[in-house]
T-cell receptor
Framework: AQSVTQPDIHITVSEGASLELRCNYS??????LFWYVQSPGQGLQLLLK??????LVQGIKGFEAEFKRSQSSFNLRKPSVHWSDAAEYFC?????????????FGRGTSLIVHP | EPEVTQTPSHQVTQMGQEVILRCVPI?????FYWYRQILGQKVEFLVS????????KSEIFDDQFSVERPDGSNFTLKIRSTKLEDSAMYFC?????????FGPGTRLTVT
């Protein structure tokens, strides 16, 4: 069965600093990988996705993620964090099902941004 | 920009009561989903719906749960007889094959 591990429950960074959120997955085939962000009181918003091709994926809001098959990782990065990036971040691995996909989510990493 | 909406934002109900959570998906989407998130835990898949039928469901989605798309726009999740452990945030999502758009959620509290 597929699974996702986000080893950091909380990450604290200063505004303007770089950010890396870790994600490791377990999946037998080539995975579909996603990062979502959830701001307080909001639903999950898709930041970026990887299905195939270039292993460095660009997303919205200046985020990127790199798929490393050898490490079973899909870490999320941003070169300079803004205070508005404070939110909960979820990594997910998707299994194709009936023409769509079903994501399995990690527990999430809470990002705290200090001014 | 179109978005998924959910009502109510918060529902309080007594154990054993039926609840219906409502969602309005984005109009040109074909796939619809329900997820739940118990406080402090992962977001968990409940059910997916396509072409007016359930295409996939998880172990959580037992006989107490049902989904409907009654009028071509709304997408509902019904819990027939709520239990304390059904207290959670319920998210609706709609999408195409490669993306899902989530609503803001309904917080269900069962007392």
């Amino acid at each position: 069965a597929q699974s996702v591990t986000q080893p950091d429950i909380h990450i604290t960074v200063s505004e303007g600093a770089s950010l890396e959120l870790r994600c490791n997955y377990s999946y037998g085939a080539t995975p579909y990988l996603f990062w979502y962000v959830q701001s307080p009181g909001q639903g999950l918003q898709l930041l970026l996705k990887y299905f195939s091709g270039d292993t460095l994926v660009q997303g919205i809001k200046g985020f990127e993620a790199e798929f490393k098959r050898s490490q079973s990782s899909f870490n999320l990065r941003k070169p300079s964090v803004h205070w508005s990036d404070a939110a909960e971040y979820f990594c997910a691995v998707g299994e194709a099902s009936g023409g769509s996909y079903i994501p399995t989510f990690g527990r999430g990493t809470s990002l705290i941004v200090h001014p | 920009e179109p978005e998924v909406t959910q009502t109510p934002s918060h529902q309080v109900t007594q154990m054993g009561q039926e609840v219906i959570l409502r969602c309005v998906p984005i109009s040109n989407h074909l796939y619809f989903y329900w997820y739940r998130q118990i406080l402090g835990q992962k977001v968990e898949f409940l059910v997916s719906f396509y072409n007016n039928e359930i295409s996939e469901k998880s172990e959580i989605f037992d006989d107490q749960f049902s989904v409907e798309r009654p009028d071509g726009s709304n997408f509902t999740l019904k819990i027939r007889s709520t239990k304390l452990e059904d207290s959670a945030m319920y998210f609706c999502a709609s999408g195409r094959y490669d993306e899902q758009y989530f609503g803001p959620g309904t917080r269900l509290t069962v007392t």
